[in-house]
């Protein structure tokens, strides 16, 4: 099993074979999570994004900010 090392940054590279083997490539996006004492790193690939469609359907997101910024303005704040 391959280590690495932790920079100072918080930073660690992912070794090239595993990169490879999982089809990783340079500025993909991966979600973190931690389960227990295991960091879980999962690519974010556009099918992933498909699973947020419509997760705000029925809701008044632009007509609630919209109201809140009128509020805003009429107060002077």
């Not at 090239?16 to 340079?26: E, H, P, Q, V």
């Amino acid at each position: 099993m391959p280590t690495v090392k932790l920079s100072s940054k918080g930073q660690i590279a992912i070794p090239k074979a595993i990169r490879d083997g999982l089809g990783l490539k340079k500025d993909m996006v991966l979600d973190v999570s931690v389960d227990r004492s295991l960091i879980i790193l999962k690519p974010l690939t556009g099918d992933a994004w498909l699973g947020l469609e419509g997760c705000l359907k029925g809701t008044r997101v632009l007509e609630d900010l919209e109201a809140d910024h009128r509020k805003e303005i009429e107060s002077g704040d």
